[in-house]
């Protein structure tokens, strides 16, 4: 079992501390207030201290928080807090490898940046929808066809992964071999 994304919204208290910067969701250490009338005052300064030591620069902000986690397990991530969701879906991007498409995180088994490999598993399953919209692009699938992995590398991951999800292939194809597919809210 892997690592799985999570992305939240919500009130966060954020902060410092010796280990440095943190983000908690506000209804675990916040007063019984609702989330959207929330203040520093209603933060329950000695449960963070009890958790963290000693605590300076506390906000609260509302927000989207980003963690991976492993369910069922305890096992997680910190929360890092982003005050929008285009930042918090690029932080699961760029710091972890995912392509996000709607509501769901994907990422492509084994080495994420491997262009090649998914598209030769495209190719075996005769996906001829992907294969014709690569053709349509100058020195695309016929590359690929032709001249073996010549093709492959002019696509990024994100555009194999958004091939696959968009065209509808997901729920078509058994995608299990190739990608990991991760709701994240």
């Given at each position: ?108 088994k084994g080495d994420p940046h491997d262009v090649t490999a998914a598209a030769e598993w495209l190719v ?62």
């Amino acid at each position: 079992m892997t690592m799985q994304p999570q992305i939240m919204f919500g009130a966060w208290v954020t902060g410092d501390s010796r280990d440095g910067g943190f983000a908690i969701p506000f209804e675990l250490v916040g007063s019984d207030v609702p989330e959207d009338a929330a203040s520093i005052e209603d933060v329950s300064t000695s449960e963070l201290e009890g958790m963290l030591g000693e605590v300076t620069n506390l906000e609260v902000q509302v927000g989207y928080g980003v963690r991976l986690h492993m369910p069922g397990y305890l096992d997680s991530t910190g929360w890092t807090f982003f005050e929008t969701e285009a930042d918090a879906n690029y932080h699961l991007e760029e710091m972890w490898d995912f392509v996000i498409v709607g509501d769901h995180a994907y990422r492509l088994k084994g080495d994420p940046h491997d262009v090649t490999a998914a598209a030769e598993w495209l190719v075996k399953q005769e996906v001829e929808g992907f294969i014709i919209a690569m053709m349509e692009e100058p020195g695309g699938a016929e590359d690929v066809l032709l001249n073996g992995h010549k093709g492959y590398a002019e696509y990024s991951v994100e555009d194999i992964i958004g091939r696959l999800v968009e065209g509808d292939y997901v729920d078509a194809l058994d995608t299990s071999d190739i990608l990991e597919e991760y709701p994240i809210r």
